[in-house]
């Protein structure tokens, strides 16, 4: 009888506290592909520090339970994506200062982004997320330190039960392709940005 009351206490602290479950924040690639085909010969590169690309973000899913997901190694192809669709040239920088490929590639820019991040579920017996924002903000710098460009935008995504039942990270994958097509629309238009 001792034994069963403990599994039973056990079973209701995992209830109450819930639990996580990984999820993907990745957009759609081909939905972030344009059809430009006058792009700057200007070379660029982006900058995602190693701390970002292994940081695990937690945020609220549905029934008590949460979501785990790494915001910039989900979505570093998407930075690159979007650059590509206004640069012939892009590249991963790996340190802010002194990397070489910036003075081997002849990089005249170098972009910044930071995301944020932020989920939540209507649903009190399923634990993806119903409800997921990604704010994408970005700031391109010039050799000379000077920043010349920045920009937030901010993505939504909606997923209901029918539709995620399939998708668990649908809500999510939604969110950030509305921000980074919004960042992409921001560059691409930018008259700072050459």
Not at 81 to 107: A, E, F, G, M, W
Request: charged share 25%; proline share 4%.
């Amino acid at each position: 009888m001792y034994i069963l009351k403990l599994i039973a206490s056990l079973l209701m602290i995992v209830v109450i506290t819930g639990c996580s479950h990984s999820i993907q924040i990745s957009p759609e690639l081909s939905a972030l592909r344009g059809d430009n085909t006058n792009k700057s010969d200007t070379a660029v590169g982006y900058y995602i520090s190693k701390v970002d690309m292994v940081t695990e973000v937690k945020t609220p899913g549905g029934g008590g339970d949460d979501v785990t997901y790494f915001p910039y190694k989900d979505t570093e192809a998407a930075i690159k994506t979007i650059l590509s669709q206004k640069y012939k040239k892009v590249y991963s920088i790996k340190s802010k200062k002194n990397d070489p490929i910036i003075k081997d590639k002849n990089i005249s820019l170098v972009f910044y982004p930071k995301i944020k991040t932020d989920s939540s579920s209507s649903s009190a017996l399923t634990w993806p997320p119903t409800d997921f924002t990604v704010e994408l903000s970005c700031k391109a710098v010039a050799n000379n330190g000077k920043t010349i460009w920045k920009k937030t935008v901010t993505g939504k995504g909606h997923a209901e039960f029918s539709e995620f039942k399939s998708n668990f990270s649908l809500s999510a994958q939604r969110a950030s392709e509305e921000a980074f097509k919004l960042m992409r629309d921001e560059i691409f238009n930018a008259k700072e940005l050459k």
